[in-house]
């Protein structure tokens, strides 16, 4: 078994995540073989960049350490579609790995200047052959994975205008909230993109949240800190629940 003093040294960004992300790395490769440790290579990868590409051969796998990424779905209609990704520790292209896709079926772009781990799918793809746990493992992330897509998008569709948008505030925040204030730009057509709702409706929605006073705008950037957070969350659940 891999020590977590090891990882330490091996990884040394492991020491920028947050505990409970680093608690899930070292669980996840606590019984990796060596020579994948050693196949490892960290990137640092700045904001905007985007790292994976939809239609790209399944080269590398993706693990998010540090930071918030976006997956980008381009095959319904020929229409872009934005939405969140979980940052636990995950394979980015174990999906297609196991389901014996030979290329991405997504995009991906940090959201933030995020830390990846990179492992060329060879390497990983005999590690999972050769540990039953660790294909096992992998199997239930992954179903974890779609289980908590197939979620959004059911809250999704039973959401309307501010309460949409609150929903996408309160994702982020759990997502990436330093010091527990969430900060973010106000780029209608990105928030559009993430949400479906019309730049117009994002308009309203934020004016909404403004009233309700669940958000604040510092020039061009919202802002919820934790007590509007907790708030948000509430009001989701009373709306969800009277579904």
């Known amino acids: 078994m891999i020590s977590n003093e090891y990882l330490d040294r091996v990884w040394p960004f492991l020491r920028e995540t947050d505990p409970e992300r ?3 790395f070292y669980i996840y ?3 990796a073989p060596l020579w994948l440790i050693d196949c490892v290579s960290v990137e640092r990868i700045k904001k905007g960049t985007i790292f994976l590409r939809e239609g790209d051969p399944v080269d590398t796998m ?3 350490a540090k930071g918030v990424i976006k997956g980008t779905d381009v095959r319904i209609y020929g229409m872009s579609f934005d939405y969140m990704i979980s940052v636990g520790v ?5 999906m297609e790995l196991l389901m014996g896709l030979e290329r991405y079926q997504t995009s991906l772009q940090a959201l933030t200047d995020c830390i990846v781990l990179k492992i060329p799918t060879p390497q990983f793809a005999k590690w999972l052959n050769s540990d039953i746990s660790a294909l096992a493992q992998e199997a239930r992330l992954m179903g974890e994975y779609l289980l908590e897509q197939t979620y959004k998008v059911r809250a999704f569709l039973f959401l ?3 309460d949409r948008l609150a929903m996408l505030l309160k994702t982020l925040y ?3 909230a330093p010091d ?3 900060r973010l730009d106000n780029n209608r057509q990105e928030l559009s993109d993430f949400t479906g709702l019309s730049v117009k409706t ?3 929605a934020v004016q909404k949240l403004r009233r309700d006073g669940l958000v604040r705008k510092e020039g061009r950037v919202l802002v919820v800190n934790e007590e509007q957070y907790l708030r948000i969350k509430e009001n989701l659940s009373q709306v969800l629940s009277e579904e």
Request: aromatic share 20%.
């Open 29 to 31: 490769f606590q019984n």
């Open 90 to 94: 995950y394979a980015y292209g174990g």
């Open 174 to 176: 759990e997502l990436d």
């Open 62 to 64: 993706y693990f998010i």
């Open 202 to 204: 994002i308009t309203r």
């Open 180 to 182: 527990g204030v969430l």
């Open 160 to 162: 309307q205008g501010a």
């Open 22 to 24: 680093r608690k899930k």
